[in-house]
């Protein structure tokens, strides 16, 4: 096997919500962003399909550490010890010890984390590879580019491999959802941040990419088309929440007046069965809270933390 390939993980048995990128190595295989334990089942099917298995596993580039993306990589590494985990310096503490990751989920997930996201194992430290971005790896005798990428999440880096032009950018290169494949930005709290996230994108451009892979999902072979419509949505979207925070009344109410506007702005383009579909695809409280709290922290002149 000698071609890129997105693995789709069957997350949650549905098909199309996370990939995995598979990247061919003179020396076995690396993958990008594996996925939560609880669709590990998934890969290594889809590993078996393409004649390998987890043991030509020689490295894992996690993105960024949010569970849907690096959540089964402690139970690889206990599979196959040898395997290097290449993570942003930030994030490289909540992978070797994940109980402020697991605490900081919990508070979201609540009592759906084992059935989400199944065991969220530590990575040995000796396996970590921090990265900070600017680094050009070799990953199992594969060239391989780093840039720091942050707007969705303070820890978060994007890989390009030079030989494809084939950029993996996690979830700052957007998501494509629904059966419209509308092009939004995942916007969850803690660390949003608008401005970086457009610095991030302008650095990916600077890459060329021939094509994207996003973790949902999938591969994208028109990305300046593709970043053009994730910047515009980002700037629509934090606009809407900016003017929420603006009304009377309790954050519960701004949150559906959010709701309605989104509703209202995908109505404006799409067909009321695609809006519908992209309403229950997005998970828009979290995203209202995410650029909420962007907001807040600039109207207060904080410094975004490092919480995962």
Known sequence: MDAITCLDVGFQGQPGLVACGLLPCPDGIALVDPGPASSLAGLYAGLRRLRLSIADVRAILITHVHLDHSGGAGVIVRQQPDVEVYVHERGAPHVVNPRRLLQSATQVYGDRMESLWGEVAAVPASNVRPIAGGERLQIAGRPVEVAYTPGHAMHHVSYLDAGTGTAFTGDVGGMCVGGARLVVPPTPPPDVDVEL???????????????LLISHFGFVDAPGPHLDELMARLRRTAALVRESLALDGRDADRLAWFRRAVGADLR????????????????????????????????TGSCPDSSP
């Open 197 to 211: 996230w457009e610095a991030s994108v302008a650095g990916i451009r600077a890459w060329r990419p021939r094509r």
């Open 268 to 299: 404006l383009s799409l067909s009321e069965a695609d809006a519908a579909d992209i309403e229950r695809g997005v998970m828009l409280d979290s995203s209202w809270q995410g650029l909420a709290r962007y907001w807040r922290r600039r109207s």
